[in-house]
């Protein structure tokens, strides 16, 4: 079984900086492609950025790319998403979600595709 926990969120001002980190347990972990999704009140969980296994694909949504980092440290069992340039519209609770096997890169951004969550981190932006 894997967990994995973020942390990192809180109350930042527009144009300001967070970074979130999620930590997961188990041996299996570096092997595991990972991403980080959001959800925002009301609003569809969706798709913030990819990285595969051995950090070789990485991809981004539209609405964050250029402001946004995803990085893994597999010695440390991590995964870290650097936000910058924050928007209040990135305000959203922050999920961390990994898989068990290679996903498609037509397949990356689908929820469904990933097998492990995180309980979420909240971020708001105060404009």
């Known amino acids: 079984q894997v967990q994995l926990t973020e942390s990192g969120g809180g109350l930042v001002q527009s144009g300001g900086s967070l970074r979130l980190s999620c930590a997961g347990s188990?041996?299996?972990?570096?092997?595991?492609?990972m991403a980080w999704f959001r959800q925002a009140p009301g609003k569809e969980r969706e798709f913030v950025a990819y990285?595969?296994?051995?950090?070789?694909?990485?991809y981004y949504a539209d609405s964050v790319k250029g402001r946004f980092t995803i990085s893994r440290d597999n010695a440390k069992n991590s995964v870290d998403l650097q936000m910058n340039s924050l928007k209040p519209e990135d305000t959203a609770i922050y999920y961390c979600?990994?898989?068990?096997?290679?996903?498609?890169?037509?397949?990356?951004?689908?929820?469904?595709?990933?097998?492990?969550w995180g309980q979420g981190t909240q971020v708001t932006v105060s404009s």
């Open positions: 990285i595969s296994w051995n950090a070789g694909n990485i």
């Open positions: 188990g041996r299996t972990f570096r092997t595991y492609p």
């Open positions: 979600a990994g898989g068990l096997r290679r996903i498609d890169s037509s397949n990356y951004y689908r929820g469904r595709e990933y097998d492990y």
